[in-house]
C-alpha cells in the first residue's frame, strides 16, 4: 500500500523510511513561527533555556499594537521579543518588525521559511495556511514550548481526506469560496483528519488561493491541510527558499479515509454568517442585505491576488454614501506591490482607508480603524464571523470573498459583483 503526503511527510521528519496512520513518531520542526504575543518566553528566561535552533525561528508583529487594555501589550511583548530574540542570537531578519512585518503565518511561505516535505509549527489557530507550500503545518498553542526547545513534536500520525479537484475557479472567486462550499459540505466529517489535495484542478490555483484554501483548516475541523507539491509551488518558491527541498506528492494507491472530488468551475460565490461561520449561503440569497462597513485584508485574504481583484471592482467608482472601507496587505511586501502596481491609489479613490499590515480589522486588538459598535453590520474578507471579533458584539459579521466585498462597499449592500469585474488577472 502507498502512502498520503502526510505520512511521507511525518516520515521524513522522523528520520522513518516510512509511517502508517496511528503510529507515534517524534519529528523535526523545520521552522517555528510566531505572532507578537509569546507567554513561553519568560519561563525560559526564567530558567535559562536556549531554543533549539535560533535560525528557525521567527517571529512576526502582527497581532498586538493597541495600547493598554489589551492583555498583550505592545510596549511589553515588542520589547520582550525583540530583546529574547537578540539573547538567543536568533537573526534580526527572522524577526519581522515594523516596516517588515506581516502575518506570522503567511511570512513564512512569503519569505521561504515553510519549505515542501518539512514540519511547521505556528502558534496560531490559522498556522495550517503553511500547508500551501506543500509541508505539513501544524497550529501549536499551549505546547509551543516544548517545540521550541527541543526541535520536536511527538505525534500520532492521523488519517488523511483525499480532495481531489478537478476545472478551474470563476473569474472572482477566491480560496474563500472554496473553504466555504467544504464547510457547508464537509463540517464534522473531516474532524481529526489531514485533508489532502491534489487533481488536475490544483494546477489551475495560484499559491495565494492554496494559502487562502488552507487557512480554512480550523473552520473545517482539519488538523490541517496539505497542497501537493508542483511546477508552480517551485516557481513561487524559485528565489525563496532558504535551503534545498523536495517536492512531497501522495502514491497512486495511497489509503485515504474519505476521497471527494470537485470540479472548480463549478463554485459559486458564497457569504458565511453573521455569527457561525457554519452558516453559509450563496451570495445571490444574500443580495440587498445592508451593510455599514467593509474590510479587505486578514491572513485569509491580504495578498496581492485577493487586492487586486477587489481593485479591478473598484476602479473608478466610490464606496457608498455613509460606508467605510479599509484595506489591510498582510505583509510589508504585498504593501509594497500595491505601491508599484498603483492599487493603492485605487482605493484611496474610492473612498478606502489602508492601513499598516498586519491582522488589521479582523482582530479586535489590532491597531485598525474599523471598530463595530452595536447594530453595525461589516462584510468582510477576514477569518472569523464570531462576536465581538471586529469590535461590539452587537454587531455582525459577514464573510466573503475580496470581489463580493468590494461590490457590496460600492453598492452599499451585499451584491454579486459580476457587473464589476473586467477579468484582469493577477496571480501568484
Not at 457547508?184 to 483528519?193: E, K, P, Q
Not at 470537485?262 to 444574500?286: K, M, N, Q, T
Request: proline letters at 6%; charged letters at 20%; glycine letters at 10%.
Amino acid at each position: 500500500m502507498g502512502h498520503t503526503m502526510t505520512e511521507k511527510i511525518l516520515a521524513r521528519a522522523a528520520g522513518l523510511a516510512e509511517v502508517d496512520v496511528g503510529d507515534v513518531v517524534i519529528a523535526d520542526v523545520g521552522v517555528l513561527t510566531n505572532p507578537d504575543y509569546a507567554p513561553w518566553i519568560a519561563p525560559m528566561q526564567e530558567n535559562d533555556r536556549k531554543v533549539w535552533d535560533p535560525e528557525r525561528v521567527v517571529f512576526c508583529f502582527d497581532h498586538m499594537f493597541q495600547p493598554e487594555w489589551m492583555p498583550y501589550r505592545a510596549e511589553v511583548e515588542h520589547g520582550r521579543i525583540r530583546a529574547f530574540a537578540r539573547e538567543q542570537g536568533i537573526p534580526a531578519e527572522n524577526v519581522f518588525d515594523v516596516g517588515r512585518n506581516g502575518v506570522s503565518h503567511h511570512m513564512p511561505v512569503e519569505q521561504g521559511f515553510a519549505l515542501p516535505g518539512t514540519v511547521c509549527i505556528g502558534a496560531d489557530t490559522q498556522s495550517a495556511m503553511m500547508g500551501a507550500a506543500n509541508c505539513f503545518a501544524l497550529p501549536m498553542l499551549a505546547s509551543v514550548d516544548s517545540a521550541v526547545l527541543s526541535g520536536e513534536i511527538w505525534m500520532i500520525v492521523p488519517p488523511a481526506v483525499r480532495i481531489e479537484l478537478t476545472g478551474e475557479l470563476p473569474h472572482g472567486a477566491t480560496g474563500k469560496d472554496v473553504v466555504y462550499r467544504l464547510i457547508a459540505d464537509l463540517a464534522g466529517r473531516v474532524d481529526g483528519h489531514v485533508v489532502e489535495f491534489d487533481g488536475p484542478g490544483v494546477a489551475s490555483m495560484s499559491v495565494d488561493v492554496r494559502m487562502a484554501v488552507a487557512n480554512g483548516a480550523f473552520q473545517l475541523g482539519a488538523i490541517t491541510i496539505i497542497f501537493p507539491g508542483d511546477e508552480r509551488l517551485e516557481r513561487f518558491l524559485d528565489g525563496r527558499a532558504r535551503e534545498s527541498y523536495e517536492l512531497v506528492t501522495p502514491d497512486a494507491d495511497a489509503e485515504y479515509a474519505a476521497r471527494y472530488t470537485y470540479d472548480l468551475s463549478g463554485f459559486e460565490l458564497l457569504v458565511a454568517g453573521p455569527h457561525e461561520i457554519e452558516l453559509v449561503r450563496p451570495v445571490a440569497e444574500l443580495d440587498g442585505t445592508p451593510v455599514h462597513a467593509a474590510y479587505l485584508g486578514s491572513c485569509s485574504s491580504g495578498r496581492l491576488s485577493d487586492l487586486a481583484l477587489a481593485a479591478e471592482v473598484l476602479r473608478g467608482r466610490h464606496i457608498a454614501p455613509g460606508m467605510r472601507l479599509v484595506v489591510t496587505p498582510v505583509s510589508a511586501q504585498t504593501h509594497r506591490e500595491l505601491e508599484r502596481s498603483g492599487l493603492i491609489g485605487v482605493f484611496l479613490d474610492a473612498g478606502a482607508t489602508v492601513t499598516q499590515p498586519g491582522c488589521g480589522g479582523c482582530f479586535v486588538s489590532n491597531l485598525s480603524p474599523l471598530k463595530l459598535v452595536a447594530g453595525e453590520r461589516c462584510i468582510s474578507s477576514s477569518v472569523e464571523a464570531t462576536r465581538g471579533r471586529m469590535g461590539s458584539p452587537d454587531a455582525e459579521v459577514m464573510l466573503a470573498s475580496a470581489s463580493v466585498v468590494a461590490a457590496s462597499a460600492v453598492a452599499g449592500h451585499i451584491t454579486d459583483p459580476a457587473r464589476y469585474l473586467t477579468h484582469q488577472e493577477v496571480s501568484a
